[in-house]
């Protein structure tokens, strides 16, 4: 076998010359060559196998008559292989020599080539399947490009139909309202069941319609405000809106979408999440806050009067017996608790009315410090709010005898003389609290 040097350019091809005879072999070897062609030749039938297996050629010219294996069972075997059955095969044959033609074309050959050889027919039919080669192997590539595409299609088909079958599921069982409509016009595409649930209309009453049609939104407004925003934005969070039901309750829910085309057309994917509940949540807390600390703000003025009073109140008693005016007073539950501080001039310890010996009576200081300040009362006008005030009272009736008080200020007040007689004509003021309790004896102290 041999191979001849000869340029293989792009128009040209790999040729495999197979003929047992070698003047038969060297004149289309130098035909081919001089044209162009890249020529290998073959004399036996085995050699030219292993040549094609070695380096498939373009095209075969295959002498039909040799010794071993003939042209008839070289292209059978050639025909067999897939990796070179789809080499042409053109046969050489003798005009003498007998030759089945339709077993040639049976066997796979392309064309056939009639000794003595004509040289611008081998030329001719050389080139028509070189040719012909290359049309079919740029078809094939072609088909194979076509069916990884129909195939990436396919891939991409299924792909697409499983996420809208899963988009669809969760769609449908989406616990928030979900809507699809036109951007233009707000027209409805399709809704979910929790849309039909907030809204109260059915699938068949909404799809087809808008939303200014269903008259979903309170504020028309809102709906060209929400357009606005997502023409310049393919998507949106969440923005609160108040929407009308198809029974004309008003919710507030906070809408999300996105932009998508969908069919060539600009649509809007909504999410509505119902907000209504929490709003009125929000709303109550903000009035009990708003009561809290207005009570607070009440009861800490209440409590400051009461302490200035208190203590003003003491101050007076106290300052009746001489006391200094240092001194500490509160209310704790229905306990009243004073302390005295000792005489400013160190020498009186106590009034003598209520010293007994060397050692002072608190019990009895106590009585009498309030029996000396009984123009100044405590009065509950309204619940947890006390105040002090002085009025000029009537005399009161006396318990232990029931003698009459002097009716010298105006109208009867309250009957808190006791049982023994009719209380006073006390002023215009308010009703005098219940006898203040009595207070619990403190330890006795040294004469000061």
């Given at each position: 076998?041999?191979?001849?040097?000869?340029?293989?350019?792009?128009d040209?091809?790999?040729?495999l010359?197979?003929?047992?005879?070698?003047?038969?072999?060297?004149?289309?070897?130098s035909?081919?060559?001089?044209?162009g062609?890249?020529?290998?030749?073959?004399?036996?039938?085995?050699?030219?196998?292993?040549?094609?297996?070695?380096?498939?050629?373009?095209?075969?010219?295959?002498?039909?008559?040799?010794p071993?294996?003939?042209?008839?069972?070289?292209?059978k075997?050639?025909?067999?292989?897939?990796?070179?059955?789809?080499?042409?095969?053109?046969?050489?044959?003798?005009?003498?020599?007998?030759?089945?033609?339709?077993?040639?074309?049976?066997?796979?050959?392309?064309?056939?080539?009639?000794?003595?050889f004509?040289?611008?027919?081998?030329l001719?039919?050389?080139?028509?399947?070189?040719?012909?080669?290359?049309?079919?192997?740029?078809?094939?590539?072609?088909?194979?490009?076509?069916?990884?595409?129909?195939?990436?299609?396919?891939?991409?088909?299924?792909?697409?139909?499983?996420?809208?079958?899963?988009?669809?599921?969760?769609?449908?069982?989406?616990?928030?309202?979900?809507a699809?409509?036109t951007?233009?016009?707000?027209?409805?595409?399709?809704v979910?069941?929790?849309?039909c649930?907030?809204?109260?209309?059915?699938?068949?009453?909404a799809?087809?319609?808008?939303?200014?049609?269903?008259n979903l939104?309170?504020?028309?407004?809102?709906?060209?405000?929400?357009?606005?925003?997502?023409?310049?934005?393919?998507?949106?969070?969440?923005?609160?809106?108040?929407?009308?039901?198809?029974?004309?309750?008003?919710?507030?829910?906070?809408?999300?979408?996105?932009?998508?085309?969908?069919d060539?057309?600009?649509?809007?994917?909504?999410?509505?999440?119902?907000?209504?509940?929490r709003?009125?949540?929000?709303?109550?807390?903000?009035?009990?806050?708003?009561?809290?600390?207005?009570?607070?703000?009440?009861?800490?003025?209440?409590?400051?009067?009461?302490?200035?009073?208190?203590?003003?109140?003491?101050?007076?008693?106290?300052?009746?017996?001489?006391m200094?005016?240092?001194?500490?007073?509160?209310?704790?539950?229905?306990?009243?608790?004073?302390?005295?501080?000792?005489?400013?001039?160190?020498?009186?310890?106590?009034?003598?009315?209520?010293?007994?010996?060397?050692?002072?009576?608190?019990?009895?200081?106590?009585?009498?410090?309030?029996?000396?300040?009984?123009?100044?009362?405590?009065?509950?006008?309204?619940?947890?709010?006390?105040?002090?005030?002085?009025?000029?009272?009537?005399?009161?009736?006396?318990?232990?005898?029931?003698?009459?008080?002097?009716?010298?200020?105006?109208?009867?007040?309250?009957?808190?003389?006791?049982?023994?007689?009719?209380?006073?004509?006390?002023?215009?003021?308010?009703?005098?609290?219940?006898?203040?309790?009595t207070?619990?004896t403190?330890p006795?102290?040294?004469?000061?």
């Amino acid at each position: 076998m041999t191979k001849d040097k000869g340029p293989r350019t792009k128009d040209k091809g790999y040729i495999l010359v197979v003929d047992d005879q070698p003047d038969n072999l060297l004149l289309l070897s130098s035909l081919l060559t001089e044209e162009g062609y890249q020529v290998r030749r073959s004399l036996h039938g085995e050699d030219a196998l292993a040549a094609v297996s070695a380096d498939p050629p373009d095209l075969i010219l295959l002498d039909i008559m040799m010794p071993g294996l003939d042209g008839y069972e070289v292209c059978k075997r050639l025909k067999a292989d897939e990796l070179t059955r789809e080499i042409p095969v053109i046969f050489l044959s003798a005009l003498g020599q007998a030759f089945n033609k339709v077993k040639a074309f049976a066997l796979g050959a392309a064309d056939y080539i009639s000794k003595p050889f004509q040289l611008d027919e081998v030329l001719v039919r050389v080139e028509h399947q070189l040719k012909i080669r290359h049309l079919t192997d740029s078809l094939k590539e072609q088909n194979a490009q076509l069916e990884r595409a129909l195939a990436e299609r396919d891939r991409a088909e299924a792909a697409r139909l499983g996420l809208e079958e899963k988009f669809y599921k969760v769609f449908r069982s989406s616990p928030n309202a979900i809507a699809i409509a036109t951007l233009s016009e707000g027209r409805l595409l399709e809704v979910n069941d929790s849309f039909c649930r907030l809204m109260g209309y059915s699938r068949t009453e909404a799809i087809g319609k808008t939303s200014l049609e269903l008259n979903l939104w309170v504020n028309p407004q809102n709906r060209a405000q929400f357009r606005q925003l997502l023409d310049r934005s393919s998507s949106l969070g969440e923005l609160e809106f108040d929407f009308r039901t198809k029974t004309g309750k008003i919710i507030t829910g906070l809408i999300s979408a996105e932009r998508h085309d969908i069919d060539g057309q600009q649509c809007a994917i909504s999410i509505i999440k119902d907000i209504t509940d929490r709003k009125h949540i929000e709303t109550s807390l903000q009035k009990q806050e708003t009561a809290l600390r207005a009570i607070c703000e009440v009861a800490a003025e209440s409590h400051l009067r009461l302490e200035t009073r208190l203590q003003k109140l003491l101050a007076i008693g106290l300052e009746r017996f001489g006391m200094e005016t240092g001194i500490i007073g509160r209310i704790q539950g229905t306990t009243w608790e004073v302390i005295a501080t000792r005489n400013h001039n160190h020498h009186q310890s106590a009034p003598s009315q209520i010293q007994t010996g060397n050692i002072i009576d608190w019990t009895e200081l106590n009585s009498a410090l309030f029996s000396e300040t009984t123009p100044i009362y405590l009065q509950a006008e309204t619940p947890g709010r006390w105040h002090a005030s002085l009025q000029e009272p009537g005399r009161r009736g006396d318990r232990e005898t029931g003698r009459r008080g002097d009716g010298e200020t105006g109208r009867r007040g309250d009957g808190v003389g006791g049982e023994g007689g009719e209380g006073g004509e006390g002023g215009e003021g308010g009703r005098l609290l219940p006898t203040l309790p009595t207070l619990p004896t403190l330890p006795t102290l040294p004469t000061l």
